[in-house]
Each structure stands twice: as C-alpha cells, then as structure tokens.
Nanobody, 127 residues
C-alpha cells in the first residue's frame, strides 16, 4: 500500500511558482509530524518545511526557503501541500513528503525518523 502519493512539480523559470501535493493514507495522516524534504544529486536529503499535525502549532521552514515556501495540511482531504513561490535555481531537487512520529516530544529534521515516504517529485528551476 502506498501511504503517501505526491503530485505536482515540474519545470519553471526563476521567480515562478509551483505547488506540490501529497495524498496521505489514514495511517500516514495520523502521524504527529509531516515534512517536506528535498534532495539534489550528491547531497543529503534535507528538511525544508515541517509541521505538527496538531492544531495551533507553528510550521518550521529552513532558512533557504523561509518567506517563499508555505506548508499546509488539509485534513478534510488528507493532503499535505507545499506552495513554492519566487523559485530559485538552487531549489532544483527531488522533493519528498514524509510522515512520522515525534522524537522526545518534537518533530525531527532527520529523515531517518520518518517511516512513511512519498515517491518523490522533480522540481527544476531554470535561470
């Protein structure tokens, strides 16, 4: 069973926008943490946006994407979204949604903690 299925992504020029969506199974959406990671060839997978599934919590954004990316969770549709605006060539990567438990009360930025993963969506930004 696929617990997280991604859609969206594609190619865009610098300054443009893209939206990623991640349809989640009931098991995945019941996780405490839902996070978007990205990975470029030769680099480690890094967390770019994270949110707790409990209400009234503040999302986390990595410094490179802060102010440009917005993570959101639509619980009615069991869907995690990532709106990406003002894209830059350095945003080019494969993007993965992930779901997992808290560690010591917090959502981790480490990919090893997450037990549900999407298949990945390619985002390419040209200058």
């Amino acid at each position: 069973q696929e617990h997280l299925v991604e859609s969206g992504g594609g190619s865009v020029q610098a300054g443009g926008s893209l939206r990623l969506s991640c349809a989640a199974s009931q098991a995945a959406i019941s996780s405490s943490c839902m996070t978007w990671f990205r990975q470029s060839p030769g680099t480690e997978r890094e967390a770019v946006a994270l949110m707790y599934t409990l209400p009234n919590t503040t999302p986390y954004y990595s410094n490179p994407v802060k102010g440009r990316f917005t993570i959101s969770l639509d619980k009615a549709k069991n869907t995690l979204n990532l709106q990406m605006d003002n894209l830059e060539p350095d945003d080019t990567a494969t993007y993965y949604c992930a779901a997992g438990p808290k560690t010591r009360g917090y959502c981790s930025l480490s990919p090893v903690i997450y037990n549900y993963w999407g298949q990945g969506a390619q985002v390419t930004v040209s200058s």
